[in-house]
């Protein structure tokens, strides 16, 4: 039996000396630690500064690359000439966190903050102390935490009572910092979106540009959503980014320097590893948030464009019975946004339950471990605690390690926040490009077909030359259409002061497209143009523009009241105006006289727009008058004051019209056929209304010769 016997008496002995040499080395180990606890801490953190800058370096040395990439690309694309590669020019940009980005933000930060003296960067320095006070105040509610724990612990009542009287005095300052630190956000909030969007108004509204993004560039579709939505979340995304990164990265720093105090460096470190490996995880998980919100706003502005085409052309749709088809766009638009809409709320749910695991209960795990070095390991320095200083210390670091978890896991969340920033940043950014490449003269837009022959691409290529002078002179200019049609490969005609010129031909043949140019509204892409200043033309559309305001107003457009009393005009002469054109009860039909603000568009018939638009010209009284069908709904006596009256003002009259009727109140015609070709030359009106006429009768003669056969024919087979 004694043999049976020896044998687990020697495994537990060979066991237990197993676990004395374990208990051994670790009790070695940790010696070791204790003594060299400053060397090994001072290699760690050289380390991680080694490391962050190595990391630095790479991540400038990888945006460069990316950014040369890019120029190569953008390159690549502007070289492209053909209609494939202008659609590869007008492509989205990819949201993402580059160099571009960056770019970007820098430009919109120079127009939020213009200047260190500016209340801009007030707002933002008595933001930034009111975080820092913040952070404080939370350390001194740590401290106060453990010391009321501690009290209760000791069972000691009257301390006990004197810590929450402590509480509720430190509550006052607490509270009124949160307080001045939401209203901080929401002002600057404010304060960002008022400068952008002066800024955007003052590039929008010169230069034509507004009319060059609508017509001449298809690359911004709803410059109103980015103006009056885009700039308002732009502007609260980066008010609430400073704030949520500021305070979590003050916060991070203080309670790190402050638990590296109590539980040692080491430990922060070994957490702040683990917390960066898990938070990189999280990273490379985490879905493009900002082409989410960019696609987003994208969609939103294009569901709200249909809306308005819709009241734009409300009398048209109704006229066609099109209401049906019209909801049927309409709920196609609001659908597809609807499932961009909800792919996001799936994808966020998703991204919201893996960080809110890993952040509060991974990293919280990690913090319990952390704090409960000082109670289990006794490190050196750090004199003996009794049961109330331990609790107190383990509650103090575990309310500060808390705080530092929740400001690790806002930077983290604030990632989130960082790619919907560069959503509303591209967007932005790019409606502030593309007014700058207008104002330039450099336009984008997807062309016809017609823009794909080997000649048109050399026109489209090219740029003319425009000269101001007293007169109009057009030498070998090509007509084209903003879509790329060639209409007329080269005009040249001349016209002086005191000549009229009548324009006709039939739709499409470049009519108008002749006026946008001598407006300025289209680009010239070869010739040379003479033209006065845009001030010495006036243009009148067949349907006019009345603006919103008085009736005085609508005659003295664009001018303000201050501009017409400084030219020396009253309301007298006005009304003059006004009985010209058989307009003066105008001004008895309303109790306010010129001051009457009504919806003229809707008051006003067509007959009576267009003659309120020829008192705006006999107003204004320019060297040169665009009439573009202006008086295609009066009657023949009334169009014949309208063109008396303007020739007695010295206004040199070009009109695009049909009517024969105009012919006798010009000098010169510039006739198109609608091919490519023109004649201008002098007009005879009555040489020409005697060929008319002739014409005319041969052509009734001509239908009538089918009829003439049939007859003959009939009568021959008698």
Request: charged residues 25%; hydrophobic residues 40%; aromatic residues 10%.
């Amino acid at each position: 039996m004694a043999p049976t016997q020896s044998k687990p008496v020697r495994a537990g002995s060979s066991a237990a000396l197993r676990d004395r040499t374990i208990r051994g080395i670790i009790s070695q180990l940790t010696s070791m630690y204790l003594q060299n606890r400053t060397r090994i801490s001072r290699a760690i953190y050289i380390t991680l500064f080694v490391a962050l800058i190595n990391r630095v370096r790479h991540a400038i040395a990888e945006q460069k690359a990316a950014s040369a990439r890019e120029a190569a690309k953008r390159r690549e694309k502007i070289g492209t000439t053909s209609t494939e590669g202008a659609e590869a020019v007008l492509k989205k940009k990819k949201v993402e966190l580059n160099r571009e980005f960056f770019r970007s933000l820098l430009r919109l930060l120079r127009i939020v903050v213009p200047g260190w003296r500016s209340k801009e960067t007030r707002l933002l320095i008595s933001h930034s102390f009111f975080l820092v006070v913040r952070t404080l105040i939370s350390l001194k509610v740590a401290a106060m935490d453990g010391a009321i724990v501690k009290a209760l612990v000791k069972g000691n009542g009257r301390e006990f009572l004197m810590r929450i009287v402590w509480w509720m005095l430190i509550a006052v300052p607490a509270t009124f910092t949160n307080s001045m630190l939401s209203y901080h956000q929401a002002e600057l909030s404010l304060r960002y979106r008022t400068r952008l969007t002066q800024y955007i108004h003052d590039k929008y509204l010169s230069q034509l540009t507004f009319y060059g993004i609508s017509a001449l560039d298809d690359r911004i579709k709803n410059p109103d959503q980015l103006i009056a939505v885009d700039v308002a979340k732009f502007s609260n995304s980066l008010a609430e980014l400073y704030s949520n990164l500021a305070k979590p990265l003050l916060d991070m720093t203080i309670y790190t320097i402050s638990l590296s105090k109590s539980v040692g460096g080491e430990g922060v470190v070994f957490m702040s590893l683990l917390v960066q490996l898990s938070a990189n995880v999280m990273r490379a998980l985490t879905p493009p948030f900002g082409k989410y919100v960019a696609d987003e706003a994208r969609l939103e502005g294009e569901f709200r464009f249909q809306h308005s085409r819709l009241i734009d052309h409300s009398e048209e749709v109704a006229l066609y019975a099109g209401h049906e088809a019209e909801k049927d766009t309409l709920d196609k638009g609001y659908f597809t946004l609807i499932k961009h809409v909800n792919y996001i709320l799936r994808r966020r749910f998703y991204h919201g339950f893996m960080e809110d695991f890993v952040i509060k209960y991974f990293w919280g795990a990690l913090g319990l471990i952390l704090c409960s070095f000082p109670v289990f390991v006794k490190l050196p320095g750090q004199v003996a605690m009794n049961m109330g200083d331990r609790t107190e210390s383990f509650v103090t670091n575990r309310r500060m390690l808390l705080s530092a978890s929740d400001a690790f896991g806002r930077i983290m969340f604030s990632y989130r926040e960082i790619m919907e920033l560069a959503g509303y940043t591209s967007r932005v950014s790019s409606l502030l490009e593309v007014m700058d490449d207008v104002q330039a003269g450099h336009f984008e837009k997807k062309l016809v077909s017609s823009s794909g022959t080997e000649t048109n691409e050399a026109v489209l290529r090219g740029r003319g030359k425009v000269v101001e002078s007293q007169d109009i002179k057009f030498i070998d200019v090509p007509i084209i259409s903003p879509n790329g049609d060639v209409l007329v490969p080269a005009l040249s005609f001349s016209l002086k002061q005191g000549d009229h010129l009548l324009v006709v031909g039939p739709n499409g043949c470049g009519k108008s497209s002749l006026f946008r140019i001598l407006g300025g509204l289209w680009p010239v892409y070869g010739g040379t143009v003479h033209k006065p200043p845009f001030s010495d033309i006036f243009y009148i559309p067949q349907r006019p523009y009345l603006s919103r305001g008085s009736l005085r107003q609508q005659i003295i457009y664009p001018d303000g009241l201050r501009t017409m009393r400084a030219k020396g005009v009253s309301d007298a002469d006005l009304l003059s105006m006004l009985r010209t054109l058989g307009l003066e009860h105008l001004v008895d039909t309303y109790p306010e006289g010129w001051d009457a603000e009504a919806e003229w568009r809707d008051v006003l018939s067509g007959g009576l727009q267009q003659r309120v638009a020829m008192a705006r010209l006999f107003y204004h009284r320019p060297r040169y008058a665009i009439l573009d069908e202006c008086t295609s709904s009066v009657t023949l006596d009334t169009e014949k004051v309208m063109y008396d009256t303007a020739k007695s003002l010295g206004i040199s009259l070009m009109t695009v019209s049909h009517r024969r009727s105009l012919w006798k109140y010009h000098t010169h015609i510039l006739q198109f056929d609608g091919q490519g070709h023109y004649v201008f030359t002098r007009l005879d009106a009555e040489r020409r209304l005697k060929l008319e006429d002739e014409k005319e009768d041969l052509e009734v003669l001509l239908r009538q010769v089918p009829e003439i056969e049939r007859r003959i024919q009939e009568l021959s087979a008698v």
